[in-house]
Nanobody, 123 residues
Framework: QVNLVESGGGLVQAGGSLRLSCAAS????????MGWFRQAPGKEREFVAA????????YYADSVKGRFTISRDNAKNTVYLQMNSLKPEDTAVYYC????????????????WGQGTQVTVSS
């Protein structure tokens, strides 16, 4: 298990940017593929982006492709989500998650979750 703590959420106008961070505890961070999910009010939690533990390959949901960038710094046990060109429909609680699978995408693929950070995009 790894403990995850997200930060960096807030209120931003449409077209603006935010960078979320997720700090992980433990010495095995580099062994985990890391992902970001989000949950908007009244909706199910959905996959946003992930980065693999081995090659650092990244992949994204179609809704954020070209606007969001996921990255990781294994020396700092941290994964980031840079969000640009934000839209009101990006408003959600954003969760960081860790998986031992190589290419996880479903919620069930992730074994550890953070508490979430709120992102609100005003129009």
């Amino acid at each position: 298990q790894v403990n995850l703590v997200e930060s960096g959420g807030g209120l931003v106008q449409a077209g603006g940017s935010l960078r979320l961070s997720c700090a992980a505890s433990g010495r095995t961070f580099s062994s985990y593929s890391m992902g970001w999910f989000r949950q908007a009010p009244g909706k199910e939690r959905e996959f946003v982006a992930a980065v693999t533990y081995s090659s650092g390959t990244t992949y994204y949901a179609d809704s954020v492709k070209g606007r969001f960038t996921i990255s990781r710094d294994n020396a700092k046990n941290t994964v980031y989500l840079q969000m640009n060109s934000l839209k009101p429909e990006d408003t959600a609680v954003y969760y960081c998650a860790a998986s031992l699978l190589l290419v996880p995408r479903l919620e069930g693929h992730f074994r550890s979750w953070g508490q979430g950070t709120q992102v609100t995009v005003s129009s």
